[in-house]
């Protein structure tokens, strides 16, 4: 018999839409030779629907989208497993249910229900109870719905009903190399059953989460069988004969670390900008690293006629950072204009001036050039309806060493969760064939270009140093002395640590951005502004 993994590029909400798109994937299964047709988890309804979940009507939609798609597909001839939610006497699952020429099989709800980093599914699910397994084409299949994987029971218990082979539905958000955590889940599962498994993961960009994809199936000796691709749809078949799998096609060859970060940040660009019907973007492009990497990314995402780069020039501006970003927008083929920011400074200046008397220049009006830089991209974007896209990174957005309504300004924050020194290394990668990226841009030591000679070491560590001490302290949570004991000055440790806690605020403030890390600054975490903990030292 032949299966066929459909890892789909849904849209959270649609359901008519996503009706359709498990229809044409169910028509290309088909069209292959396809018997079965496994889909992801929630694919009916998209993932994750946070308070959807609470709201009467949903399930109702949902139950009618799940019977327009039955009778959309009675007339195909292969059995269709597709997620969606379900209530039943009060209680609301996340399901899978397995449809056979329009008619329901069998439904499968999901045990182990997560509830840490970005999960929150406590909050609205119910853990199902009951193994579930089905025969169809002379196989023996189990389900099992995304977290049941990462424990033994659901495999133990699917295998012990006589499954040959254990379907697996995901929803699984990219992070860092997730793929290499997830098959080393697998390979756990396999040892544990001798069961191969089939593991289908959504792909594309839901607000702050990229879903990467990665479906693979593993042999009952875990050996990948079939790999697809990472961060694209696409739909894949393999045949299994009397316990062995064959396939078709040759898998996807596995990508860099550094590529994995740019096609997720593509990916995750152009989904906010399809899924939510933005037009285009505006940049503020100051010849510095982070809003040349933000552009890259746009351009790849959006196409070099929907994005406008804005470079706005100040006294500190240097000569080279306009040079450098007339030629990486000539290198990108996207046309930028330049607006003088000085009238604009001279005019604040003069309205501030009774009101500044006898006090010393200081980041005060450091942040008013960012201010008048944030005004005017949001005057483009209102004028246009275009989204302004903010350049700041991780390390920044860590320790406040950024402007609100300044250069925060904006509708979607593309580094938010990239340390400097990644923004760097994979805009180093951008350059690995050709300049595209002038060099100098990478090369030049860091400056906001706010007063004379300004650089950003002036007011913070190294980001060697800073970004290893933000992720000792958010992401692994190692408490300030078991920092220092990793070699880092306390000077350094205090610095970070109090500036990271004072910034909270402004992190509140920031938009949304897209999630690379296990913790990012979004759902995350969770750090109340108001709190007087002192870390031990």
Known sequence: MRVAIAQMNVVLGDLPGNVRRITEAAEEALAAGADLLLTPELSLCGYPP????????????????????????????????VGHPCMEDAKHYNAASVFVRGQRLCTYRKQHLPQYEVFDECRYFSPGRDTVVFEHAGVRFGLAICEDVWYTGPALNAKAAGADVLLVLNASPYHLDKAVDRQSILQQRVAETGLSIVYCNLVGGQDELVFDGASCLMTYDARIALQLPQFQASVATADYVRGAWTTPVVS???ISLDAQIYKALVLGVRDYFAKNGFAGAYIGLSGGIDSALTLCVAVEALGVDRVRPIIMPSPYTAQMSIDDSLALSANLGVKSEIIDIQPAMRTYEDILAPYFVGQPVDATEENLQARIRGNLLMALSNKSGWLVLTTGNKSEM??????????????????????????????????????????RIIERPPSAELRPDQTDQDSLPPYEVLDAIVAAYMEQDLSPRQIMALGYREDDVKRVVRLLRISEYKRRQSPVGIRLTRRGFGKDWRYPITNRYADEW
């Open 50 to 81: 946070e308070d959807l979940l609470l709201r009467p009507d949903f399930y109702r939609l949902n139950d009618a989208a799940l019977s327009a798609l039955a009778e959309r597909t009675r007339m195909l001839d292969l059995a269709i497993v």
């Open 252 to 254: 996807a060859a596995p």
């Open 398 to 439: 860590a320790v406040g060493y950024c402007t609100l309504y300044g250069d925060m300004a904006g509708g979607f924050a593309v580094l938010k969760d990239l340390f400097k020194t990644k923004v760097y290394e994979v805009s180093r990668w951008i350059n690995r064939d050709r300049e595209v990226i002038p060099w």
